[in-house]
């Protein structure tokens, strides 16, 4: 062990006259020192154990250091003995545990009165660390409007993969212009309604109406929000608001995968079978030898090529290269299409 | 009878004249011959006058039919209506016809004339030929709008179409034509007047319009326009799919007494009848006795009926008397149960009308220009925090027990449009403050209750609730409410004999059709409106 270097030097602190004590916020223990101190207009920060040490330790008859051991003991020796006896210190923290009380309980009164959810914060308002500890607005509800011929199979895939991590509740609509949704939209449906939605989870309410429009689009709040349209993007929005590990804004391949998106993106608007081939001929490229599309992990940018395939039925097993087809094997796996 | 003299007269008159004007007739004949020849088509245009003027050769074939008082049956009169005319069948055919004279129109040798049969319009063409004569041609370009005629003629199929008529690739050529029932020469309304589109937009077209207290005062011709004629014919499908929804779900329908010694909800807004020595009210809804229906265990029940409201209010949406819509249901354990039935029904009723009623939808369309109405299936359930929390979103504010107020209730209507894109959707848990008091409380949020409204185009149509089925609870609720509990005594005595748990709703009839079809006032889906300034016709 070594000496520890003296923090501060010995010297005799002068307080200025022109100071005064500060007034205690804590307005029980005020109001004690009150009574103690009813006969003086001013009380004097001496009657207050709390504002004794403080004192003490300034005070410029002691002449101690804080740093020194023993005189540290010794002081503390003294502040025990000053401030009469541990019961006082205990009463003390009895009276703080009793507000702590009674604050939380008129919360829960306001909260009650407001009609709020009882069980306090909603999960999607925590605090992420990952955008700096900012707090996350509570998600709205999303709406996202598909064609019956163009399902977005993604949704399907997240929720998938997201099973342990995040809840997507979807609940499908049929909209007036749409009065039959064929097979594969039915299909899609149920397995939809398959996947078990954990309460415990952060969520997201989206409300998937089959409806007869042009692009998959998606409506948050019409107020505040323009519609995002075209599946990647929607993919995009929910690998931004989703689990954290799924987030891929921060990853230093977030251009490769932004890359692979937009390929499905255009994938998905190839009419010749030549400019699909074309297509796939790229995303073979951009794999690799990679495990997945953006390194050793499944990011969203797997989820957005995965669910894109599965909704060309014109791209069969034949026009994946042997890569593309393990692949999709191992994704599969996970997304469970 | 008039027109019997009147055929006698002209032809006492053209007999006269024929021997002077022969030698000109014929001049000109020659050269009109070949426009003729293009016209006539059938007829064989040059001889047909020569003979024609002087003798009346379509005598018998056109004039009054006289009072039809059953004296002959025409059993070989085979009549078509208007809508199938332009079946390959009756191609070149002769068929016979009865409609309304719905424009006339007469120049010189030939007459147009539109036949109306309800919402379909044909063309019909006479023209002075050997078997029709100047003279009938004549009496039937005098015969007055609106006025119902029988027609033999033949199905003609012609090369343009007629834009004016909603049988546009045929016409018809008249052969015989009597008149059944004359109209006034003069009427209050035009039917193409009333009949006419609403484009705003457009200012270049005619903008003549028929008032709404005029259409109302001659309610008989302003129901005759296209518009009407499908409003009412949809109304009706409203109703009927109501019923057929609800008797397939097995619900019973009930009839429920509309003189009532008390009034029902509240002692406001009632009309008190007198009763022999006393007085008696009219009832302002079944309630009280669909509930009743419910403790005498008939489980599902609806009623199709006059519902009467004092409310001296003359807005757009209210009526003094109205048809009800009103159903009530016992369910299990929670009263989402009837929540869903109710919308459920709803989107059958949507549904049926989008399938079947299309041509009428259309037809309305034609006329006032609207959106068509679009909902969900399943029908959207919101609650009515979420829905004070997209209104505030939207920068509105309001209190979480407050009542949706009439702009609110309508901007909320639009935001879940832009959101949602449905007409219809359900606000669910009302604050309990805003209810009446037999409403059950939430039993997880005293604040709310387990009521519901239902909005189509964002006005309200239906507001219903879970009702307290506990006579001690409804007691106690009432005394909170500040009402005098001796006047609801036997309501709340009917609830002594054991209750099952319910809840229902009620519906305006003309509510509803007029939201469906987005028309700006219930005068017009009301055939014969009662309002606190009209008790006629």
């Given at each position: 062990m070594y000496e520890l270097k003296t923090l501060l030097p010995e010297y005799d602190i002068?307080?200025?006259?022109?100071?005064?004590?500060?007034?205690?916020?804590?307005?029980?223990?005020?109001?004690?020192?009150?009574?103690?101190?009813?006969?003086?207009?001013?009380?004097?920060?001496?009657?207050?154990?709390?504002?004794?040490s403080?004192?003490n330790c300034l005070g410029?008859k002691k002449n101690v250091c804080a740093l020194d051991l023993d005189n540290l003991s010794a002081q503390i020796q003294n502040l025990?003995?000053?401030?009469?006896?541990?019961?006082?210190?205990?009463?003390?923290?009895?009276?703080?545990?009793?507000?702590?009380?009674?604050?939380?309980?008129?919360?829960?009164?306001?909260?009650?009165?407001?009609?709020?959810?009882?069980?306090?914060?909603?999960?999607?308002?925590?605090?992420?660390?990952?955008?700096?500890?900012?707090?996350?607005?509570?998600?709205?509800?999303?709406?996202?409007?598909?064609?019956?011929?163009?399902?977005?199979?993604?949704?399907?895939?997240?929720?998938?993969?997201?099973?342990?991590?995040?809840?997507?509740?979807?609940?499908?609509?049929?909209?007036?212009?749409?009065?039959?949704?064929?097979?594969?939209?039915?299909?899609?449906?149920?397995?939809?309604?398959?996947?078990?939605?954990?309460?415990?989870?952060?969520?997201?309410?989206?409300?998937?109406?089959?409806?007869?429009?042009?692009?998959?689009?998606?409506?948050?709040?019409?107020?505040?929000?323009?519609?995002?349209?075209?599946?990647?993007?929607?993919?995009?929005?929910?690998?931004?608001?989703?689990?954290?590990?799924?987030?891929?804004?921060?990853?230093?391949?977030?251009?490769?995968?932004?890359?692979?998106?937009?390929?499905?993106?255009?994938?998905?608007?190839?009419?010749?079978?030549?400019?699909?081939?074309?297509?796939?001929?790229?995303?073979?490229?951009?794999?690799?030898?990679?495990?997945?599309?953006?390194?050793?992990?499944?990011?969203?940018?797997?989820?957005?090529?995965?669910?894109?395939?599965?909704?060309?039925?014109?791209?069969?097993?034949?026009?994946?290269?042997?890569?593309?087809?393990?692949?999709?094997?191992?994704?599969?796996?996970?997304?469970?299409? | 009878?008039?027109?019997?003299?009147?055929?006698?007269?002209?032809?006492?008159?053209?007999?006269?004249?024929?021997?002077?004007?022969?030698?000109?007739?014929?001049?000109?004949?020659?050269?009109?011959?070949?426009?003729?020849?293009?016209?006539?088509?059938?007829?064989?245009?040059?001889?047909?006058?020569?003979?024609?003027?002087?003798?009346?050769?379509?005598?018998?074939?056109?004039?009054?039919?006289?009072?039809?008082?059953?004296?002959?049956?025409?059993?070989?009169?085979?009549?078509?209506?208007?809508?199938?005319?332009?079946?390959?069948?009756?191609?070149?055919?002769?068929?016979?016809?009865?409609?309304?004279?719905?424009?006339?129109?007469?120049?010189?040798?030939?007459?147009?004339?539109?036949?109306?049969?309800?919402?379909?319009?044909?063309?019909?063409?006479?023209?002075?030929?050997?078997?029709?004569?100047?003279?009938?041609?004549?009496?039937?370009?005098?015969?007055?709008?609106?006025?119902?005629?029988?027609?033999?003629?033949?199905?003609?199929?012609?090369?343009?179409?007629?834009?004016?008529?909603?049988?546009?690739?045929?016409?018809?050529?008249?052969?015989?034509?009597?008149?059944?029932?004359?109209?006034?020469?003069?009427?209050?309304?035009?039917?193409?007047?009333?009949?006419?589109?609403?484009?705003?937009?457009?200012?270049?077209?005619?903008?003549?319009?028929?008032?709404?207290?005029?259409?109302?005062?001659?309610?008989?011709?302003?129901?005759?326009?296209?518009?009407?004629?499908?409003?009412?014919?949809?109304?009706?499908?409203?109703?009927?799919?109501?019923?057929?929804?609800?008797?397939?779900?097995?619900?019973?329908?009930?009839?429920?007494?509309?003189?009532?010694?008390?009034?029902?909800?509240?002692?406001?807004?009632?009309?008190?009848?007198?009763?022999?020595?006393?007085?008696?009210?009219?009832?302002?809804?079944?309630?009280?006795?669909?509930?009743?229906?419910?403790?005498?265990?008939?489980?599902?029940?609806?009623?199709?009926?006059?519902?009467?409201?004092?409310?001296?209010?003359?807005?757009?949406?209210?009526?003094?008397?109205?048809?009800?819509?009103?159903?009530?249901?016992?369910?299990?354990?929670?009263?989402?149960?009837?929540?869903?039935?109710?919308?459920?029904?709803?989107?059958?009723?949507?549904?049926?009308?989008?399938?079947?009623?299309?041509?009428?939808?259309?037809?309305?369309?034609?006329?006032?220009?609207?959106?068509?109405?679009?909902?969900?299936?399943?029908?959207?359930?919101?609650?009515?925090?979420?829905?004070?929390?997209?209104?505030?979103?939207?920068?509105?504010?309001?209190?979480?027990?407050?009542?949706?107020?009439?702009?609110?209730?309508?901007?909320?209507?639009?935001?879940?449009?832009?959101?949602?894109?449905?007409?219809?959707?359900?606000?669910?848990?009302?604050?309990?403050?805003?209810?009446?008091?037999?409403?059950?409380?939430?039993?997880?949020?005293?604040?709310?209750?387990?009521?519901?409204?239902?909005?189509?185009?964002?006005?309200?149509?239906?507001?219903?609730?879970?009702?307290?089925?506990?006579?001690?609870?409804?007691?106690?609720?009432?005394?909170?409410?500040?009402?005098?509990?001796?006047?609801?005594?036997?309501?709340?005595?009917?609830?002594?004999?054991?209750?099952?748990?319910?809840?229902?709703?009620?519906?305006?009839?003309?509510?509803?059709?007029?939201?469906?079809?987005?028309?700006?006032?219930?005068?017009?889906?009301?055939?014969?409106?009662?309002?606190?300034?009209?008790?006629?016709?």
């Amino acid at each position: 062990m070594y000496e520890l270097k003296t923090l501060l030097p010995e010297y005799d602190i002068q307080l200025p006259t022109c100071m005064y004590p500060m007034k205690v916020l804590n307005n029980s223990v005020a109001s004690e020192v009150i009574k103690a101190d009813a006969c003086s207009g001013f009380y004097n920060g001496n009657g207050n154990p709390l504002a004794t040490s403080a004192v003490n330790c300034l005070g410029p008859k002691k002449n101690v250091c804080a740093l020194d051991l023993d005189n540290l003991s010794a002081q503390i020796q003294n502040l025990l003995k000053s401030s009469n006896d541990v019961d006082s210190v205990c009463a003390r923290q009895e009276k703080v545990l009793k507000q702590l009380q009674d604050l939380k309980q008129q919360m829960a009164n306001i909260r009650a009165s407001l009609g709020l959810c009882q069980k306090g914060p909603q999960h999607t308002g925590q605090t992420s660390l990952r955008n700096g500890g900012l707090r996350e607005e509570p998600l709205h509800d999303i709406v996202i409007n598909g064609h019956p011929n163009f399902v977005p199979y993604a949704l399907l895939a997240l929720k998938n993969a997201w099973k342990n991590l995040f809840t997507i509740d979807v609940r499908t609509f049929k909209h007036s212009t749409m009065p039959d949704i064929g097979k594969d939209a039915s299909e899609f449906e149920k397995k939809l309604s398959q996947v078990k939605i954990d309460p415990s989870k952060p969520k997201v309410k989206v409300s998937l109406i089959w409806k007869n429009c042009e692009h998959t689009e998606m409506i948050s709040s019409p107020t505040m929000y323009v519609p995002i349209y075209g599946e990647v993007n929607i993919i995009r929005y929910l690998g931004r608001v989703g689990p954290e590990e799924y987030r891929y804004e921060d990853l230093p391949n977030c251009n490769e995968i932004d890359a692979v998106l937009d390929i499905c993106y255009q994938l998905l608007r190839c009419n010749t079978t030549k400019s699909r081939a074309s297509m796939l001929r790229a995303l073979n490229l951009r794999l690799g030898k990679q495990k997945y599309f953006g390194g050793d992990k499944i990011t969203i940018a797997d989820v957005g090529v995965h669910s894109s395939l599965k909704r060309l039925p014109a791209i069969t097993s034949k026009d994946l290269t042997p890569t593309l087809t393990e692949w999709q094997k191992r994704v599969q796996l996970v997304t469970q299409l | 009878m008039v027109a019997d003299k009147e055929n006698v007269a002209t032809g006492a008159v053209e007999g006269e004249t024929t021997s002077k004007k022969a030698a000109k007739k014929q001049a000109k004949e020659a050269l009109k011959a070949a426009k003729k020849a293009e016209i006539k088509a059938a007829n064989s245009a040059n001889n047909a006058e020569e003979g024609g003027d002087s003798v009346d050769v379509s005598a018998g074939r056109y004039g009054s039919a006289g009072l039809i008082q059953s004296k002959e049956k025409f059993e070989d009169r085979k009549f078509v209506s208007v809508s199938e005319l332009s079946q390959p069948a009756y191609r070149d055919q002769l068929v016979w016809v009865r409609g309304r004279v719905h424009t006339s129109r007469s120049k010189g040798k030939q007459c147009f004339l539109v036949l109306r049969q309800q919402s379909s319009t044909v063309q019909c063409i006479l023209a002075v030929g050997d078997r029709i004569s100047k003279q009938m041609v004549k009496f039937s370009g005098n015969v007055s709008r609106e006025s119902i005629i029988d027609v033999q003629a033949k199905v003609v199929s012609v090369p343009n179409k007629i834009e004016s008529c909603t049988e546009q690739t045929i016409e018809l050529c008249i052969e015989q034509l009597f008149v059944v029932s004359q109209a006034k020469p003069q009427l209050p309304l035009q039917i193409e007047d009333a009949s006419r589109a609403e484009n705003p937009d457009d200012a270049d077209s005619l903008n003549i319009r028929v008032n709404q207290d005029t259409r109302l005062d001659n309610r008989v011709l302003d129901l005759r326009t296209p518009a009407n004629q499908a409003i009412f014919r949809l109304e009706a499908g409203v109703c009927r799919l109501f019923r057929d929804i609800l008797t397939a779900k097995g619900f019973t329908e009930i009839h429920t007494p509309k003189i009532i010694s008390a009034a029902s909800e509240g002692g406001a807004n009632v009309f008190t009848v007198s009763y022999f020595k006393d007085s008696a009210y009219l009832a302002q809804s079944p309630q009280l006795y669909k509930q009743m229906a419910i403790a005498a265990d008939f489980d599902k029940v609806y009623t199709v009926g006059a519902v009467f409201r004092a409310e001296d209010s003359n807005t757009h949406r209210h009526l003094t008397e109205f048809v009800g819509l009103d159903l009530e249901m016992a369910f299990k354990y929670h009263y989402h149960e009837v929540l869903h039935t109710i919308a459920d029904t709803f989107t059958g009723i949507f549904k049926g009308l989008r399938d079947t009623y299309s041509t009428e939808i259309a037809a309305v369309n034609q006329q006032f220009k609207v959106e068509p109405f679009k909902f969900l299936e399943p029908p959207l359930i919101l609650e009515f925090a979420e829905g004070v929390q997209m209104l505030r979103e939207a920068g509105v504010e309001t209190g979480d027990e407050e009542d949706l107020s009439t702009p609110n209730e309508k901007l909320l209507g639009r935001l879940v449009k832009a959101k949602y894109d449905t007409d219809f959707y359900v606000l669910d848990k009302f604050p309990l403050a805003i209810r009446p008091f037999y409403t059950m409380p939430d039993p997880n949020n005293p604040m709310y209750s387990n009521s519901y409204d239902m909005f189509m185009r964002g006005e309200e149509i239906l507001s219903g609730a879970q009702r307290i089925h506990d006579p001690d609870f409804l007691l106690e609720r009432a005394k909170h409410h500040a009402i005098d509990t001796s006047k609801i005594a036997a309501y709340i005595e009917s609830f002594r004999f054991g209750c099952p748990p319910h809840a229902g709703g009620g519906i305006g009839m003309e509510r509803v059709v007029m939201l469906y079809l987005g028309l700006d006032n219930i005068r017009k889906t009301s055939m014969f409106p009662r309002d606190p300034k009209r008790l006629t016709p």
